[in-house]
């Protein structure tokens, strides 16, 4: 039977920034990936400021200079009245931007830099499907090798510490017995791409009118476009065929009508499920989730996978020196929650302010692609809703409210960064001198 230090179920953000952070910390790691390569599309794509600095940091930036992606500058919000337009140029630090890249180049990108650490395995067709238990420990995980080689079959990898990083559906999680709490969100997200236009503005846009919200962002030679729908509308809406969805994004953002073409059938259109969810409590004997797998986030402000890939910094922070003597025990582990359960609920009660007061009452207007039941969602606590009525009244000047949204987006409430043992020059990719 195979044996590490940790296994890092999941190789999307977290699961590969774990997995090379603890490497370079000297625990013998091993990522397990249920795919053969990260190729899947409408996944998360944005790099805000925070992640940036990190792979400064890690002395990757140099490789990530060279992956084909587009830095975001500013946010346009265009109600049916005027427009707000958020900069990032206030932003502390050496990015003043969001990078748009595509997820599976930063994932090969991390895979690559990792692998150059002798500790660091990656198993890619790798499918957990349980957890190995002694007792009321978790002791490792039983996977499926879902190739067609001699290696296939079901497979068991014994690890002193096994970290879920499987997303919101975790297998983990489940196996573990995790109790989630959900708060109910009024929406669904249609992904697809339209072609972008040289006389194109720049940057993201948010549209937003009765009945109808759209978010788009530069990817240079195409749009990658977000439609706000009902929740559970999906299939209702699908029937009306494709070309009612041509119909309202053309209403929605009139200046796109000259591409709608591009999309030919609903298989050029992904749902987004979206769930706003969290786990009570993280880890268990031998078990630890982070990212999506302890709390799913909303697509609003686009800070899930930043979320996730600073939980993974603290996470890698914490343990790696218990791990590597052998006492990453329960009381280690919750020190992970206890670090990231603060900005995950602010971010999370953000995200429920602007369910309830912004998309909410729009999706459930009387807009002709929409169904008009009405989902209540989950009741805020009193200091949320005061606070969200204080920002709808526009209690703070626009110019600082602008600047404070910036500032949670691009850095989020509490930004990690890498420990001086993970850290490397970018020139030359040797470790950089402790202090």
Known sequence: MAKTTCAVVGGGPAGMILGLLLARGGVPVTVLEKHADFLRDFRGDTVHASTLTLLDELGLSAEFARLPHRLLEQLTFEPDVGSITISLDRLPGNHQHIAMVPQWDLLELLATAAEREPRFTLIRNAEVTSLLTEGDRVVGV????RTQGPAAGEHE???DLTVGCDGR????????GMH??????PIDVWWFRLPRHDSDQTGV??????????????????WQCAYV???????????????ALRAEFGGLVPWTRDRLDALRSWDDVKLLDVKLDRVKRWSADGVLVIGDAAHAMSPVGGVGINLAVADAVATARLLA???????????????????????????????????RFVL??????????QPRRRMQPSRLPLPMQLLGRFLLLRALPTRLLARLVARLIALSPLPEHAPQWARRTASTGSPMKLT
């Open 205 to 222: 846009i948010g549209r937003i009118s009765t009945g109808h919200m759209a978010a788009m962002f530069d990817r240079g030679d195409y």
């Open 180 to 185: 989630t709490r959900s708060f109910g969100v």
């Open 360 to 369: 909410a009452p729009r999706v459930n207007s009387d807009g002709r692609a």
């Open 142 to 145: 039983r996977y499926r090798d």
């Open 229 to 243: 729908i009902h929740k559970g509308s999906d299939v209702q809406l699908r029937a009306a065929g494709v070309e």
């Open 321 to 355: 020196g218990p791990l590597r003597t052998g006492g990453a025990g329960p009381a280690q582990l919750t020190k992970v929650q206890r670090r990231r359960w603060w900005p995950t609920v602010v971010i999370q009660g953000g995200q429920r302010l602007v369910h």
């Open 157 to 159: 990898l014994r690890a």
């Open 169 to 176: 559906h975790s297998v983990v999680r489940a196996a573990a």
